[in-house]
Every structure is written in C-alpha cells, then in structure tokens.
C-alpha cells in the first residue's frame, strides 16, 4: 500500500468553504424550544387563540343573549360531570333541573343575567388579545420611530425629546389612562389608543440606547463611509438589529397592557356592556363571589394563566433573540 | 502513572466539546501535555485550535454547555496525585486556583472588578488562601506591586482600576496572581490587548518573576514573536489536537509540520527585502463536524492520500521532538523544509551565533 | 506627470479636537502633516489613543476636523463639506475597518453588503455580475453570496469587507488596524491580497496599525505617531535603518524577533516622555533629508543624532 503515501492530489477550491452554521431563525427556535417553560406557555396562549376565534362558534350561544329564566347556572360539562364536578350543582341541587334546563350545558356557567359565561369568556380573551396585541404594536411603532431619531441624530434633538419623554414620565401612567379614557369615552379604540400612548417611552428609551451604541459599530460607519442616505441607514443597517430586542420588550409590554385595561375594567372604566373583557368579566363576577364563586374563579384563573404565559414566552424569546445570551 | 521528578502538570488524552445550538463542537481532541517545574511552555495556535479551552480545562473553568469527554489532568496536591478533573468546583476554588495554579486573562480591563480598590483585590487571595490578616495581607500587596514595577505602590493600593493605565492594570493582575506563590501560571495571551511597547515589558517582567519564584508557566499565544522570547518548549496546536512539539530551537529551527511552516513563513520577517509573505490557504476546520483523517490535509500542499483516510500518529524525532504528520512516517516521500523558509532559519541562526 | 498629481492626499496642520464638556476637551489630533503619494502605501503607527484611527476617520469624514487642510486629488476636503465634494469624497476614497464581527451587518446577506456601495440604480443583474466579480478576486466563491456574515471566518470576512471597499473602484484606501483581530496565517492572507489589489488597480493605501512589523512590510512611507502627534515619517528605510526620535526606537525594540537564539536575552527600550523630557509643543517638524521628518528641538536633535 505505498501509494497511500503518494502525494494528494490538490484541490484549492476545498479549501475556503465557508463555516457551516445553522442558518439564524432554526437557531432561535432551537434555543427557544429548549426552554420547556416557554413551549408551555406559547401552547397555552395558542389554545387562548384558538378558543377566542372558535370558542363562539362551538358553543351554540351569544355572548349577548340575555334569558333572565336560566340565571346563574354553575358550570356543566359532559362526561366531565360523571366524575362529581361540573355537574350543574350547587350546594346538592341541580340548577339546571331545578329551572327546567336538563338537557343544556353551560360549561362555564351563566351569569345573573342567564348569559353563557364560557361564549362570554372566550369574547373576553379576544378582546383582550387584540387590545394587548394592537397596544403593543403601536407602542413599538412610537417607541422606534422616537428612539431612533433620538439616538442617530443625538445632540440638540435628542436633548428635547429626551425631556419631553421625562415629562411624561413624570405623570403617573394611571391618572394619564384614566383621564384619556374618560376624555375619550369608554370602549376599545380609546383604550388600545390610551394604552398605546402610555407605554412607548419605555421602548423609546431602550431603542434609543440601543442606536447610540449601534451608530458607532463599524457596519453603520462604512455605509456611512459608502455614501448610503440616512434614512437607508436607520431603516436598513441599524434598525434589523435593533429589532430582536424591540420584540422582546413589546411581546412584555402586552401583559402589561391587558393587565391595565382589566384594571381599568375592574374600576369601571373598561369595555362597556354587553361586550366583555377579562377584567370586566371578573368585576362582574366578583360580586356576587360569595353566592357564585364559580362566575369569578373561572376567568380569573385564566387571566393569571395567561398573564404568567406571556410574561414565560417573553423571557423565552429574549433568550433566543439575545445574541448575547447565544452558546458560541 | 509516571511522574519523573520535575513533571508537576500532566495532562492525559484531554478531549473536551461542547453543545452548541449547531450540534456538539469537538473544541480539544485528545490533547497531551506535560509541565516541568519552573519551564515555560507556550502553547501556539490560531483562534478557535482549543488552546484556550485546554487552559481553562486546568483551571477548572467549565463553562455550562462543556463536556468533559475523555482524559485526566494529574497534579500533584499535597503528595498526592490528583485528577483536577473530578475536583468539584468548590475544591478547586479551595485548593487549587489562585493558591497553586493562577491564570493572567488577554484583558486587564475585564480581570478587575471596577467597584473595588486595587489593594482589596490583591489582597483577597492572600487572606482568604494564606490566612493572613488584613494589615499583614496590605503591606504583603505593597511589597507585590512594588515588585510587578508599579512606581509609588502605596498609592496605587487605594485606587481603583479605571485610575490605571491598561499596561498598570496588567501589572496589578500579574501581582495578583503571583501572589499566594503559585506553582503554576497560566497566561491566556496576556499581551494581546496591549501596546507594543508595553506588550515587550509585561513579557519581561513575566520572564523575570518566572526565575525568580520557580514558577512553571504555560504560555498560550498566537504571536510566534512572543514565543520566541518566552518559551522553553512549545507545542503547536491546531484543530483540537498538538500537531508538533518540541524545545523552543526545535520549533523555531528544525519544524516538520508543514502547519508550523506555514506559521513560521507566515510570520513578516523583518530583516529580509521584500518577499511576498507565505500565507496557509483556506481556513481552520469546523469541528461542529466530524474530522477524518488529518484536519489539515485540505490545507497542505504537502498532503498525502492517507492524509484524508486516517489520523496520523505521533512520531517521536527526538526525545523532545515529536510530530504528528504522516511526512515522517519512514514509507512517505522525503520533503525538504521549503526553500524559503530554510534560508531564513539560517539566517536567524548565523544572527544568533554573532550575538 | 505635474506634482499636484503625484500626491494622492495632502494633509496639513490637522488638528481634530473632541470636546467633552464647556472646559474640557480631547486633542485626539494635534496638528499632523503628511502627504501620500500615488500608488504607494503609508502606514501609519502609533499605540491605541495616539489618534490614528481619527486621522483615518476624519479623511473619509466620518469626523469633520476641528482645523486644517486635507486635500484628495489638490481638491480641499476640510472646512464644511459640500453635497459634490462628499460624492467626489466617496467615490474615491474606501475603508476597511478593524474587526471582521462588527464592520458586516449580521442580518444583511454577503451580496447586499458588498453591493451596498454601488449606485442604487443599477439593473439588478448587472449589479450582481459586479459583486461576484468582486467576491472571486478576494477569493471567495459566488455561492457565498447569498449567506449570512456569521456563516464566514474572521479571515473570510475580512475579504468581504475588502470587496465592499474594491467595489467602487477607489483611489484611496484606508486600513484602519484591518488585520490586527486576524490570526497570523490569516493576517498574511489579506496582506498579500491587498498588495495584489494595488499592483493590479494602482490603489493607494493608508495602513493604520499598532504593530510595526507587518507595517514595514506593507508600507512604502511610514508615519509614528504618538500622543496626536506625527513624531517622525519617512521612507521605510528611514525608518528602519536609522530612527531618530526614541519613541520610534522603542517601537522598534518591542517587535519579537521570531528567533529563540536572540529573543529571549533582548531587552526593549522604554520611553517615557515626561521623564526624558520631551515635550512635544515644544518640538518642530525638522528635516534631516527629503522624506524624513523629526518631531523636535535643535537640542534635542542632536543628542539623539549623537
């Protein structure tokens, strides 16, 4: 075998491959589904949507179909009642018997008006679904744009809006909310316009932050170098980079915005009647919580559940967006 | 195991990796080393041949996503022969690091905590290892900065480290860890980070508490310059594995690795006119995949076909000399150290002989 | 060929002050002069805050200078920047920049960022064919195009950054510490490409580093500065073969020799401005020949030639 020892024959073009690496997105999801918690929580707020898209359909009632005869009925579900619970009980009576409604289920219960609490609960998340997630969107919009001029242009600019942004910081959030929402009338839009209005200087200051020390690396100073207009360069070599970091910090902010809005549901400022919301459900339920447990239980289990997935899943993302936080 | 009297490190068959997002990266593949009492040994290699991962594997610095894969670090604690491997943490810290084996880092900057006094620093180790009391531990670090050349060493005590130039700060780290009389220290490239002219000190100074204290002292580096002026032996690294090694004048004067060519001819040479600098094509191997063969066969053009079949053994020259390459297998053909290269080993040693 | 020509960039007095506050403020520049000829490489040396990185920064405009002249081509560039000056500015003038890691935006693919200097008008196609034209000549394959910067080496970025700079076909080219987060074999690598590019393109190099050995071979002229100040230019062979100033000196001493006969027993030289007193204010620019400058006084001039 000696012409295993004959020279190789040489093929240059083998030698500068480039570095095979997992291309950035299958990178992010790997880390992002290695944190079970995460997982948990994303399944847990896909099965919230899906119940406040599908959860009327299937349950054959209007969120606002008021029968003062079937009032206050527990929660009933099939096959689940077997077991001793959800069974249409109360004390040892079965209400549902009780007020000739043998045959109909209410999986949630009914409120004091006789309105199926399980169609109104699943209106209520999509409300608040849609208030966290417009919120959030417009609080990202805000918050980038002002950073980003902000932090570029630096100097006398950014000194105004950097005051400005005090300012309102200086206000309490919850007297601004209150009095915007009083202003404008009660009801959705002028809630996610309040929410919105609220929120973005805390994005503002992150994406501003997160300028100043991305228009000093070496990428923004050669296109500076190259000639490319500014605009081009916000949009495209500071801003893409910025983004991770403004996701995480909207994907927090949703919380935080359908926590307030159920705040402000709870002091009676919420959505108005016959649309629900999650807080406006549990102030609902809340009193007549002594005779009815079940009417304020329900929805507000859901409503920490939810609270505590989408805080997970925004712990989750920034772990997988945050290159800094990247294994090699 | 065999310990002859001055081995004091023996590093077994170290094979380290990590877990990455991308799959398990092969970082050090079956490395051995051994260190004598008060040698230097510089470990040379680019960035990313493991050089560094083997360091910190002694120190005990294991990051959260690195597996330990094989092999045994043996040192001798107290009379007794230890693996540092299966020290846990807490006996490391204890026993070993900063006490026995200290590290100097690449950056100064990050080795210091900013938020407190540099006499607080340097001191730590000496209360905490030594038992000393705090007055007996100051004036112990007075003595130890005047030592490392920091003029007015009282002073310096009280500040902090963002008072310090990066050249002081590098000083202070090196003062620290001299401090407890180390057996051993580790140097991950400590004067990377630094200016030239300081660079050359820092060097000088290691050079010159080395003899001073005994101290054996591992060097990883990539400037060959640096090992030059350091090393006792040498050991070139290059994928996760040692490719050669050998006594400083072997490295330098008698290489047989065409990687160490490749580095020795890379490297300017600033007495000759101008040639144009040898560069190695191509680029280091991703150890994320599995290496057949030798890593360096795409790059060589000295490779032979069994080059990409199976791993070359380690040939022993000498009994200082080794070299893992097929070329030195007695079947393979003769090759010559290129020309260039020859004429300037040459040169550099008739300049040495006039000195 | 009339002398405006022969030198590429002129550059007078220049003084690049940062303030920091009302009172206080950084002469990372201090009144440095220097003129690069065509088609020849000036290295320009110094330790890190000695002002080198804003001397090749304030010639490109990233920075306006706080006084002085610096003229492409005979053509004024300091004082306030006219829109046809920063064209004319741009397209002949290029940088590469130190790090490989940050100079390539992470989230742009290869083919948008070395693209990113053409004109933005260009048929699609075309500006494709020019990119791979580019991306072959620094020795990377046109299938890289289309990834992303993490997927490349240090080295490999480098070449992109390179071919960014290659792409406009500029007269000038600023390396600002280009090779020095490369690895040695690498560092040779992408010296040996650009003194290809210049003796196919005629460029024209400003090589900044902190390192003299790959500068004496890179360079042709060669500049040491040191605390904002150019201390003394030459040839490389002023340099080299008879340096004045004892900063310069030191510099030298520090290089390691390769060679373990001699390294280890040399001792380098220090410097220490304050303690030899040397006070740079008090200096001038002296001439010992055409091309060789000392920064300093008649006496300290002669003890040093002494």
């Given at each position: 075998m000696t012409d295993r020892f004959a020279f190789a024959a040489r093929d240059n073009a083998a030698a500068d491959k480039p570095v095979e690496n997992k291309p950035r997105w299958a990178e992010t999801i790997a880390v992002f589904s290695k944190n079970k918690g995460a997982v948990i929580g994303f399944a847990f707020l896909l099965l919230m949507i899906i119940l406040a898209i599908a959860g009327p359909m299937v349950s054959g009632y209007t969120y606002d179909g008021i029968e003062l005869s079937r009032q206050n009925l527990p929660p009933r579900i099939q096959g689940i009642e077997r077991l001793g619970i959800f069974n249409g009980t109360l004390g040892d009576r079965n209400m549902y018997e009780a007020k000739g409604y043998g045959g109909s289920y209410f999986w949630f219960g009914t409120d004091k008006l006789g309105r199926d609490l399980f169609t109104r609960f699943c209106c209520g998340v999509r409300i608040s679904l849609i208030i966290g997630a417009i919120s959030a969107l417009l609080n990202m919009i805000i918050g980038v744009a002002f950073g980003l001029v902000s932090g570029y242009y630096g100097g006398k600019p950014d000194l105004l809006m950097q005051r400005f942004i005090e300012v309102l910081n200086g206000i309490p959030t919850l007297v601004i909310v209150s009095l915007l929402v009083i202003v404008l009338k009660p009801g959705m839009m002028s809630i996610i316009i309040t929410m919105g209005l609220a929120q973005w200087t805390g994005t503002a200051r992150l994406v501003r932050a997160n300028t100043l020390r991305l228009k000093e690396t070496e990428h923004v100073l050669a296109s500076k170098t190259l000639g490319t207009s500014t605009v081009k360069i916000l949009f495209r070599e500071i801003f893409p980079n910025l983004l991770s970091s403004v996701i995480v910090i909207a994907m927090m902010s949703v919380p935080g915005a359908i926590f307030m809005e159920a705040f402000l549901s709870f002091v009676g400022l919420g959505i108005p009647n016959p649309e629900a919301s999650l807080g406006s459900l549990i102030n609902d339920g809340y009193q007549s919580m002594l005779l009815y447990p079940f009417q304020m239980t329900i929805p507000a289990v859901f409503f920490a559940l939810l609270m505590l997935a989408l805080n997970i899943i925004g712990d989750g993302l920034r772990d997988a967006l945050d290159p800094t936080q990247r294994q090699i | 195991m065999q310990v002859d009297s001055g081995t004091i490190l023996n590093i077994q068959k170290l094979s380290v990796a990590f877990q990455t997002t991308s799959g398990e990266l092969n970082a050090v593949r079956g490395v051995d080393l051994t260190l004598r009492r008060g040698e230097t040994l510089a470990i040379v290699g680019e960035s990313g041949s493991g050089k560094s991962v083997t360091a910190k594997a002694v120190m005990g610095l294991r990051d959260s996503n690195q597996i330990i894969k094989a092999g045994e670090i043996l040192y001798d604690l107290d009379g007794q022969v230890t693996d540092l491997l299966k020290l846990t943490k807490k006996q490391m810290i204890s026993q070993v690091n900063g006490r026995r084996i200290s590290m100097i880092f690449q950056d100064p900057t990050t080795a210091l905590n900013p938020l407190l006094t540099i006499g607080y620093q340097l001191t730590e180790g000496l209360r905490i290892h030594r038992k000393m009391s705090r007055k007996a531990a100051w004036e112990r670090g007075v003595e130890l900065l005047d030592e490392v050349g920091i003029t007015q060493p009282r002073q310096c005590m009280k500040r902090y480290p963002h008072h310090l130039s990066g050249g002081m700060r590098q000083r202070v780290v090196i003062a620290a860890a001299i401090s407890c009389d180390p057996e051993i220290i580790i140097c991950d490239e400590p004067t990377t980070a630094l200016d030239v002219t300081i660079q050359a000190k820092i060097l000088e100074l290691i050079k010159t508490l080395q003899k001073k204290m005994n101290i054996a002292i591992i060097y990883i580096t990539h400037d060959l310059g640096v090992v030059a002026k350091v090393a006792d032996r040498v050991a070139v690294m290059y994928a996760g594995k040692i490719v050669e090694r050998g006594t400083a004048y072997e490295i330098f004067f008698e290489p047989r690795h065409p990687y160490t060519w490749g580095l020795l001819l890379s490297m300017p040479d600033i007495n000759a006119a101008d040639t144009r600098l040898y560069s190695i094509p191509g680029s280091p191997p991703n150890l994320l995949h599995k290496v057949t063969g030798d890593a360096f066969a795409v790059r060589n053009e000295y490779a032979l076909n069994i080059d990409y079949e199976e791993e070359p053994p380690v040939f022993k020259l000498s009994g200082t000399h080794e070299v893992a390459s097929w070329l030195a297998h007695p079947d393979a053909p003769a090759i010559q150290i290129p020309e260039l290269l020859r004429r300037q080993i040459e040169a550099k040693i008739s300049h040495g002989d006039e000195q | 060929m009339n002398t405006v020509n022969d030198?590429?960039?002129?550059?007078?007095?220049?003084?690049?002050?940062?303030?920091?506050?009302?009172?206080?403020?950084?002469?990372?520049?201090?009144?440095?002069?220097?003129?690069?000829?065509?088609?020849?490489?000036?290295?320009?040396?110094?330790?890190?805050?000695?002002?080198?990185?804003?001397?090749?920064?304030?010639?490109?405009?990233?920075?306006?200078?706080?006084?002085?002249?610096?003229?492409?081509?005979?053509?004024?560039?300091?004082?306030?920047?006219?829109?046809?000056?920063?064209?004319?500015?741009?397209?002949?003038?290029?940088?590469?920049?130190?790090?490989?890691?940050?100079?390539?935006?992470?989230?742009?693919?290869?083919?948008?960022?070395?693209?990113?200097?053409?004109?933005?008008?260009?048929?699609?196609?075309?500006?494709?064919?020019?990119?791979?034209?580019?991306?072959?000549?620094?020795?990377?394959?046109?299938?890289?195009?289309?990834?992303?910067?993490?997927?490349?080496?240090?080295?490999?970025?480098?070449?992109?950054?390179?071919?960014?700079?290659?792409?406009?076909?500029?007269?000038?080219i600023i390396a600002d510490e280009c090779i020095s987060a490369l690895d040695m074999s690498i560092q040779a690598q992408v010296v040996n490409l650009m003194k290809d590019l210049q003796t196919e393109r005629g460029l024209t190099y400003l090589f900044i580093a902190h390192d003299l050995s790959m500068v004496k071979y890179i360079s042709d002229y060669i500049g040491v500065l040191h605390m904002g100040r150019l201390v003394e230019s030459g040839t490389k062979d002023d340099i080299f073969q008879n340096p004045i100033h004892p900063y310069t000196k030191s510099l030298i001493s520090a290089i390691p020799e390769p060679n373990p006969l001699t390294e280890p027993h040399r001792i380098s030289r220090v410097y220490d401005a304050p303690a030899q007193g040397i006070v740079y204010a008090n200096g001038t620019e002296r001439y010992l020949t055409d091309t060789h400058m000392v920064l300093a006084t008649d006496g300290e001039l002669e003890t040093w030639i002494a």
């Open positions: - | - | 030198n590429i960039l002129e550059v007078r007095d220049l003084k690049q002050h940062f303030r920091i506050d009302r009172r206080h403020s950084v002469k990372a520049v201090d009144g440095v002069s220097f003129t690069i000829k065509r088609g020849s490489t000036f290295g320009l040396v110094g330790e890190s805050g000695s002002g080198k990185s804003t001397i090749g920064r304030t010639v490109i405009r990233l920075y306006a200078p706080t006084c002085g002249s610096v003229k492409l081509n005979g053509r004024e560039l300091g004082g306030k920047l006219t829109l046809q000056m920063k064209q004319y500015l741009t397209g002949r003038v290029q940088m590469i920049f130190q790090d490989p890691m940050a100079s390539l935006n992470p989230r742009k693919k290869i083919i948008d960022i070395v693209a990113e200097g053409l004109d933005s008008n260009k048929p699609r196609g075309e500006r494709n064919e020019l990119v791979y034209a580019q991306l072959e000549r620094v020795g990377l394959s046109r299938e890289f195009a289309g990834r992303y910067p993490h997927m490349f080496s240090g080295g490999q970025r480098q070449r992109v950054g390179i071919a960014r700079a290659i792409i406009t076909d500029p007269e000038l």
